[in-house]
């Protein structure tokens, strides 16, 4: 594995007595998209959580197994957890800008981890803008409220914050679903422009989604991983029948 890469060895997530996560392993492709899919409640959400630590902020979860970045196993209780989620963004299935300007929404971060100098904030500002198509959109209103925004550029917006402090992995739960289909596709073609940059984990309810934005699916039920394959194998010949069960719409 690359000093970069993702994985996961045996990873389960507990919710006081409850199990919701069991014991998955998976390994992450770098730069690339992979689609965590499954019907409601199958631990999608809380998996995904546990890559960046997100899950320590509820009380009563419980993580065990280790998630691996490169060489450090971020389950760790030394892990500095603020390093941890500069490196590993997270983007929210409601888009959540700060109660800040445009500018200040991107600035926040950087400026938080030490950067300090007006012109450097003002390059990553427009840097980040750009990644997610917005710069030209809003250029000439950066002052303007974050919230000033339509929904999808809100959710372009938070995305940009995320790039803001130069990570290498990018997590989404379900970014587009509040979304209409005109930003929704923005969203995918920015999903599929980051891959470029990133290692992308998004989770959706949408097949046709997942099959149009990511390179490998895992589908998972009941907290367990079924199957784990290249998109393309996965939608049109997947090795259980549970999968493609799901994936023709039979459940879930
Ligand atoms: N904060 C919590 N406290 C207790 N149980 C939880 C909590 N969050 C999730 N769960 C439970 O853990 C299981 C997995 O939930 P999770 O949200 O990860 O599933 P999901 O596949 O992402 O679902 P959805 O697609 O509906 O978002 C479910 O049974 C859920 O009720």
């Known amino acids: 594995m690359s000093a970069q890469g993702l994985s996961t060895n045996n990873l389960s997530v507990f919710y006081g007595e409850k199990q919701a996560v069991k014991k998955v392993s998976m390994d992450f492709e770098e730069r690339s998209v992979t689609a965590l899919i499954g019907p409601s409640g199958c631990g999608k959400s809380t998996f ?17 197994g280790e998630v691996w970045i490169g060489d450090k196993n971020i389950c760790d209780p030394h892990t500095d957890v603020v390093r941890l989620r500069q490196r590993i963004g997270m983007v929210w299935q409601k888009p959540n800008p700060f109660h800040k300007s445009i500018y200040e929404n991107i600035a926040f971060g950087p400026r938080y981890h030490g950067v300090k100098g007006r012109k450097q904030l003002d390059e990553i500002v427009e840097t980040c ?34 790039l ?37 984990v998004i989770v959706t309810h949408n097949m046709q989604q997942a099959a149009r934005v990511s390179d490998r699916t895992a589908f998972f039920f009941l907290g367990d991983l079924i199957e784990y394959d290249d998109t393309q194998k996965m939608f049109t010949n997947p090795s259980k029948k549970s999968t493609d069960d799901y994936i023709s719409g039979r459940f879930g």
């Open 48 to 64: 995904l959580r546990s890559l960046n630590r997100m899950n320590d902020l509820i009380s009563g979860a419980r993580i065990e």
């Open 129 to 162: 803008l750009r990644k997610t198509a917005l710069w030209d959109e809003v250029k000439d209103r950066l002052s303007q409220s974050g919230l000033a925004l339509s929904g999808g550029q809100q959710q372009r917006l938070c995305i940009a914050r995320s």
């Open 164 to 200: 803001a402090v130069q990570p290498n992995i990018l997590l989404m739960d379900e970014p587009a679903s509040a979304l209409d289909p005109v930003s929704t596709a923005k969203i995918e073609e920015l999903i599929s422009e980051l891959k470029k940059d990133y290692t992308i």
